[in-house]
């Protein structure tokens, strides 16, 4: 099994400030890594899927990077707004192997 | 929107009883999967399955069983439920094993 570790596991934010997180993930035998966003009372939503090194998604105002030798992985949220609060999951295929979730950061962004 | 549903949202039930939870999706995905994942801990994986009469166990041992006799339909269920069984349960679905996946809604079970 994949040990996949999200930090901090929670964090505050004021309204208009830009912050960001961290997952890491075993390197060896990468094969792909998800972020998913998961707002209280509703499904967890995908963000991102990435499987290249150095690679670079957005989607408004949220992008992540990826680094596969390392094994990391950063969600950066910029000019965050209420509707950002929510937990954000990742999770890392290794070939052969399941998806593996972290624990998830919760983010709160306070008006 | 994804499209795909589960059954009960919420389920109370006393120790003993069977129970089944529906799980179904409309997407066409082949793969479908089944988590569990206790308060402030993360989602475990505990069945999945790649197509029609495939059915696999997860990384997290689970007293439940599955079933896959539609490609859209992927049910779960206890025989006979314990209170370790309270947990919440998500079902996903994907094209792949590698593509997204769209979960549903969970079901919030509580076994007294």
Redesign the interface.
Same mark, same amino acid.
């Given at each position: 099994?994949l040990n996949?570790e999200q930090s901090p596991q929670s964090l505050h934010v004021q309204e208009g400030d830009s912050t960001n997180f961290t997952c890491s993930f075993p390197s060896s035998n990468f094969?792909?890594l998800?972020w998913?966003r998961w707002e209280t009372a %509703?499904?967890?939503?995908?963000l991102f899927?990435m499987?290249l090194n150095g690679d670079e998604k957005k989607k408004g105002r949220i992008s992540a990077t990826l680094n596969t030798k390392e094994g990391y992985s950063y969600l950066y949220i910029k000019g965050s707004q209420p509707e950002d609060s929510a937990t954000y999951?990742c999770?890392s %295929?290794a070939a052969g192997n %399941?998806?593996?979730?972290?624990?998830?950061t919760r983010v709160l962004v306070k008006p | 929107e $994804?499209d795909?549903y589960q059954t009960p949202r919420y389920l109370v039930i006393g120790t003993g009883k069977k129970i089944t939870l529906e799980c179904s999706q409309t997407m066409g995905h082949d793969k479908m999967y089944w /988590?569990q994942q206790d308060p !402030?801990?993360? +989602?475990? +994986?505990i069945h /999945?399955s790649y197509g029609v009469n495939s059915t696999e166990k !997860?990384?997290l041992s689970s007293e439940s069983t599955v079933s896959r006799i539609r490609t859209e339909h992927f049910p779960l269920t206890l025989e006979s439920a314990r209170p370790s069984h309270t947990s919440q349960y +998500?079902c $996903?679905s994907s094209e792949s094993?590698?593509?997204?996946?769209?979960? !549903?809604? !969970?079901t919030r079970l509580t076994v007294l």
């Open positions: 099994i996949v094969y792909a998800h998913y %509703k499904s967890p939503e995908a899927v499987t999951l999770a %295929k %399941k998806l593996t979730f972290g624990g998830g | $994804a795909i /988590y !402030g801990m993360e +989602l475990h +994986l /999945y !997860g990384d +998500l $996903a094993s590698t593509m997204k996946q769209f979960f !549903g809604p !969970g």
